[in-house]
């Protein structure tokens, strides 16, 4: 089994960053994925990593380190508009088929103010 | 443009009742997945298919069927064996060469009236 912890919530100032850490416990490992979900919405991805370090995507960036069992996601020059849950989702145990199913955490809701 | 559907978008079942979810994916998707969501939640697998006619239970199965009789399409039953159904349920599909990210649908919202 594996866990997926993140934070509930966070604030944050319109223009500056933030960083939203997740950490897993897992007995295997097929990458992690972070979502930005609207309320009332599906979420859509992010980003995926699968090698520790960063991968940087625009204003978001995804960090990992398997060893530490640690992501984060970067959100750089916020906006309201990134106002949302981001959710991260864990590697999992493989599904019968050969594909695996990630376990998603509960979301962290970020609040973006003036 | 290729894209998962869900429908309807708001659903009202009365206490009793079986209410089913549609999906329907044209992205040639072989896997699609059912999610539901309640408030402070992340999201909890129900049930996945990986080819047709071929379908798993996943966390939370119980109260709930689904079928995959056509590639394109995986419709999620709410029996009335399940005891809380209101909440906001997902349908998923992804590829399943390689690791790909999820394409969700826009969701239904399920209230028991």
């Known amino acids: 089994g594996q866990n997926i912890d993140q934070p509930t919530e966070m604030t944050a100032t319109e223009g500056a960053i933030v960083q939203i850490n997740c950490t897993y416990q897992?007995?295997?490992?097929?990458?992690l994925f972070w979502y930005q979900q609207h309320a009332g919405e599906a979420p859509t991805f992010l980003s995926y990593?699968?090698?520790?370090g960063l991968e940087e995507k625009g204003r978001f960036s995804s960090f990992l380190s398997r060893s530490k069992g640690y992501s984060y996601l970067l959100l750089k020059e916020l906006q309201m508009k990134d106002s949302a849950s981001y959710l991260c989702?864990?590697?999992?145990?493989?599904?019968?088929?050969?594909?695996?199913?990630?376990?998603f955490g509960r979301g962290t809701s970020l609040i973006v103010h003036p | 443009d290729g894209g998962i559907t869900q429908s309807p978008k708001y659903l009202f079942r009365k206490e009793g009742q079986n209410v089913t979810l549609s999906c329907e994916q044209n992205?040639?998707?072989?896997?699609m997945y059912w999610y539901r969501q309640d408030p402070g939640q992340g999201l909890r697998l129900i049930y996945y298919?990986?080819?047709?006619?071929?379908?798993q239970k996943g966390d939370i199965a119980e109260g709930y069927s689904v079928s995959r009789e056509k590639k394109e399409s995986f419709p999620l039953t709410v029996t009335s064996a399940q005891k809380n159904p209101t909440a906001f349920y997902l349908c998923?599909?992804?590829?399943?060469?390689?690791?790909?990210?999820?394409?969700f649908g826009s969701g239904t919202r399920l209230t028991v009236v």
């Open positions: 998923a599909s992804t590829a399943l060469e390689g690791v790909n990210g999820y394409t």
């Open positions: 897992t007995s295997g490992f097929n990458g």
């Open positions: 990593n699968v090698l520790d």
């Open positions: 989702a864990g590697p999992a145990e493989g599904a019968s088929g050969g594909s695996y199913i990630p376990t």
């Open positions: 992205l040639n998707h072989d896997a």
């Open positions: 298919s990986q080819i047709v006619n071929d379908f």
